[in-house]
């Protein structure tokens, strides 16, 4: 039954998330198992901030877009494993009683390029440095900006070298303009943050990857969400997944 409900609470997470991986069971761990909020920390290729459910609500806005969005943080709910509901859940079964950590939450993934990642939060309608994370600044405007820490930069694998038989593999992806559109697979650990394509015009992507002779899968990532290449058919399974394949001559 424990597992069960650990099923439904990432369903249930899924919805509230998009910064990190969305199928990482590590992480949806990590959020469970929190007790109380803390200072910014790394996680996988993004970085995760809490702030106490005390407050009302609580957003946050960064430097490099010029403050001009604000991001609003969750609430973190998480399984109610109080002998009380272990009791009504035996008799009742589903649906999983859920209670409030105490805890509102926001993950985000750093952009390529940036090394430094300076915020601001809005609690409760007023704008602030983060009052739990020491290291700020004061901007050139005077203002106190908070500092967040980074993901580690990650090296990219070598696409083509000497000796290596190497060829330029188009990936091309139609559909809404203004999204994140990444390609992951084989090639690069499935890594889901590696690879952007570029739109080029209004909904049309598109990236050139030099790999060497072989075969591979791989999937689109479009804001998040796996997306297949349906001008590439047919689909196959890896792992229980559907995956596009590739054949590099």
């Known amino acids: 039954m424990r597992a069960f409900i650990f099923t439904v609470f990432l369903v249930f997470i899924i919805g509230t998330i ?31 901030w809490t702030v106490p459910a005390s407050y009302k609500r609580v957003g ?3 430097a490099y877009e010029g403050f001009a969005k604000v991001y609003w943080f969750k609430r973190l709910m998480v399984p109610d494993d109080s002998p009380k509901s272990q009791e009504q859940e035996a008799k009742q079964g589903p649906p999983v009683v859920y209670k409030d950590s105490g805890i509102l939450f ?14 601001r939060l809005v609690i409760d309608g007023l704008w602030t440095a983060d009052p739990v994370n020491p290291n700020k600044r004061i901007n050139e405007s005077g203002m106190t900006v908070s500092i967040a820490p980074l993901p580690p930069v990650k090296n990219e694998p070598v696409t083509s070298s000497e000796g290596i038989p190497s060829n330029g593999v188009a990936f091309s992806y139609t559909g809404q303009a203004g999204q994140s559109v990444y390609v992951a697979g084989s090639f690069n650990n499935w890594d889901p943050f590696m690879y952007e394509l570029k739109e080029n015009s209004p909904g049309n992507y598109g990236l050139t990857l ?15 969400r796996r997306v297949l290449n349906y001008n590439n058919l047919p689909k196959l399974y890896r792992d229980g ?9």
Do not use: C, M, R, W
């Open 60 to 62: 946050i806005a960064f």
């Open 18 to 48: 998009g910064a990190l991986n969305t199928e990482s069971y590590q992480f949806i761990n990590h959020l469970v198992n929190l007790t109380s909020a803390g200072q910014p920390e790394v996680f996988e290729d993004g970085v995760l």
């Open 210 to 224: 030099h790999l060497p002779t072989g075969v591979y899968y791989y999937v689109f990532f479009v804001q998040g």
């Open 106 to 119: 926001f993950t985000y993934t750093v952009p390529k390029g940036l090394t430094s990642l300076e915020y």
């Open 241 to 249: 997944l559907a995956v596009n394949q590739l054949e590099v001559k």
